[in-house]
């Protein structure tokens, strides 16, 4: 097996272990989408594992994530970030080490544009851990927002245009990622508030997080509009179906979908 199919195979072995939920509409990709997709996917949930780390304290996450962001703006040098690591690998996950991995994988003529996403997205998250998480205005959620999960719309947008010049509007992408992060965030209420954090606005009730929610959403149907090729528009569909549906079922006073509501949903949207 060469190297380069083995990195493939790892990239979606570990994509496999870290999302469930977006390896599915990420296998649904042809080849070069799925490589570029998994490998933006895999290096920003590698610093979104240092962002979210348990117990790594917060001037180290600051530090890691900071290094991390200016280490991607220029010719990526794999022995610095792993130096940079050393000291913490045991507490890591696989994800998070093999940085250099996934943007290996990534095609060399849309590498740059992962790599200035991801840069930006760890620089937001280190300003978001020294601020502890703390989200005062709707300004101050749209920004943490913006850096977890705009960003990652961004990206997807980027991506569309490299691979076969489909224009999407970025305001909507960034409303795609925020629809699909506020999801997370209702449905992970009670998990944050354990650990000391809540993303809601001062004076906002879950009912006005999860008009936020929708309202997002909204845009990410508008978003999706644009898009004629049928993978890409499936891609764009599931996470958003299964984002609209857990609201749903949220709302109504469950935790979660069932596995079997999530197949179904994937099945619907596959075979339509």
Not at 28 to 37: A, D, E, G, I, R
Not at 59 to 78: D, S
Not at 123 to 151: F, N, S
Request: proline residues 3%.
């Amino acid at each position: 097996m060469s190297n380069n199919t083995k990195l493939h195979k790892d990239a979606m072995r570990v994509l496999k272990q870290t999302s469930r939920t977006f390896f599915i509409p990420i296998n649904t990709l042809n080849p070069t989408l799925k490589s570029t997709v998994g490998s933006a996917y895999l290096c920003m949930r590698a610093i979104d594992e240092i962002e979210d780390h348990e117990t790594l304290d917060s001037n180290l996450k600051q530090h890691l994530l900071l290094t991390t962001a200016e280490l991607l703006k220029q010719p990526f040098n794999v022995e610095a970030y792993e130096q940079l690591l050393k000291p913490y690998e045991s507490l890591l996950p696989e994800v998070t080490l093999r940085l250099g991995d996934w943007l290996a994988v990534c095609p060399d003529e849309i590498r740059d544009k992962v790599k200035e996403s991801t840069s930006i997205m760890a620089k937001g998250m280190a300003k978001w851990v020294e601020k502890d998480w703390i989200v005062k205005t709707k300004e101050d959620l749209d920004e943490y927002t913006y850096y977890v999960a705009g960003l990652v719309g961004v990206m997807l947008s980027d991506i569309w245009k490299w691979y076969n010049n489909t224009e999407t509007d970025y305001d909507l992408a960034i409303g795609y990622g925020r629809g699909l992060q506020a999801v997370n965030m209702l449905r992970n209420q009670d998990e944050d508030a354990e650990r000391g954090v809540q993303f809601l606005p001062e004076g906002w009730t879950r009912n006005d997080m999860f008009q936020y929610a929708a309202a997002n959403l909204d845009m990410a149907d508008e978003y999706i509009k644009s898009i004629n090729t049928r993978s890409i528009l499936l891609f764009c569909k599931i996470p958003l179906a299964l984002a609209k549906k857990t609201l749903k079922t949220l709302k109504s006073g469950n935790e979660k979908m069932s596995r079997t509501e999530v197949e179904d949903t994937v099945d619907e949207i596959i075979n339509n």
